[in-house]
């Protein structure tokens, strides 16, 4: 999850309310599913369906370049969350 309040953006426009989740399967890491509210999400909800209808995995998300400062670099913030919470749930199964 990325919260618009963490992004450089967000502060400039002084958004402190908007967030994007991922929804990611735990199996492939293919990106299901994206939910998003707040200034501009309507402009932003595409980048995720192009991800989905390529297949594209949170890995993907994490590697992209996104230019700074938008609302757009919340892809690469909440890919990066999902990364570090799957790390540590997977460090507790085993």
Excluded: W
Aim: glycine content about 10%; proline content about 1%.
């Amino acid at each position: 999850m990325s919260r618009y309040r963490e992004l450089a953006r967000g502060q400039i426009a002084g958004d402190s309310y908007g967030m994007l989740k991922l929804l990611v399967s735990t199996e492939d890491l293919r990106v299901l599913g994206v939910h998003i509210f707040g200034t501009n999400a309507t402009e932003m909800v595409h980048i995720g369906q192009a991800v989905m209808g390529c297949g594209g995995t949170v890995e993907y998300l994490v590697d992209a370049v996104f230019n700074y400062p938008t609302f757009s670099e919340a892809y690469k913030v909440a890919a990066l969350d999902v990364m570090n919470k799957l790390r540590a749930l997977n460090q507790f199964r085993y």
